[in-house]
């Protein structure tokens, strides 16, 4: 089955710098990418979408120059988070869509659970 | 054990019976309807998917179902067991380009 890995799958760090997040589709290639952030018992919201070659889109209310994305290819996707502070702590998810033509599903990577200091 | 998603976060079943977990999706120009499992620390697990053409759909113990006259999708879990325990969500597309939005969800704990 597709699978979508990320990397690190935890990180500390400290207030003030920046954290680099891979989410990668390991046995295809996605046509699109998500990320999406997750607060402790609350549910998944989506930050922005991420295309090969193109720039991200973003949610509302979701500061692009925080949060960084670089698609570099069709299987690789990276989120990386700028001068983080501890309210940038969370649990990041990414996801990867394979399209078949006749349909598509969305495959989850495991998390990144950040936390920042 | 059944459940109204939203409005009561929490399901307890005992082991063996059948649970309903339910969802109150937003928007009608929704098309396309995805059920996630996501255990604690890690991402979420596809359970099933149904399309706004379709009413219901059954998978492997599991069953999916669609009202679109009142927006509402439940998900029925046959026989559950201790490995069932987890948070439940349904997400919705609508504008076909993949972006899911994904309800609050609901944590089921089996009962042994």
């Known amino acids: 089955g597709a699978v979508v890995s990320q990397h690190p799958s935890w990180v500390i760090c400290k207030s003030g710098t920046s954290v680099k997040i891979e989410c990668r589709s390991l046995?295809?290639?996605?046509?699109?990418m998500f990320w999406y952030r997750q607060f402790p018992k609350q549910s998944l919201m989506l930050m922005a979408t991420?295309?090969?070659?193109?720039?991200?889109?973003?949610e509302q209310g979701v500061e692009k120059d925080k949060f960084l994305i670089n698609h570099a290819s069709l299987t690789l996707s990276t989120l990386t988070v700028t001068s983080a502070h501890p309210e940038d702590s969370s649990f990041y998810i990414c996801?990867?869509?394979?399209?078949?033509?006749?349909?598509?599903?969305?495959?989850f990577g495991p998390g990144t659970r950040l936390t920042v200091t | 054990g059944e459940s109204v998603g939203l409005h009561l976060p929490t399901l307890s079943v005992q082991e063996g019976d059948n649970s309903i977990i339910n969802c109150a999706y937003s928007?009608?120009?929704?098309?396309?309807f995805i059920w996630y499992k996501q255990e604690s620390g890690k991402g979420p697990q596809f359970i099933i998917d149904?399309?706004?053409?379709?009413d219901k759909r059954q998978g492997q113990r599991v069953t999916v179902l669609l009202n679109k006259t009142v927006k509402h999708l439940s998900l029925q879990i046959a026989a559950t067991q201790p490995g069932d325990s987890a948070v439940y969500f349904c997400?919705?597309?609508?504008?076909?380009?993949?972006?899911?939005?994904f309800g609050a969800g609901t944590t089921v704990t089996v009962r042994a």
């Open positions: 997400a919705e597309n609508f504008a076909n380009d993949y972006k899911l939005s």
């Open positions: 149904i399309r706004s053409n379709m």
């Open positions: 046995d295809f290639q996605a046509t699109t």
């Open positions: 991420s295309n090969e070659g193109s720039k991200a889109t973003y």
């Open positions: 996801s990867a869509t394979f399209d078949s033509g006749d349909s598509y599903e969305q495959y």
């Open positions: 928007n009608s120009a929704s098309d396309y």
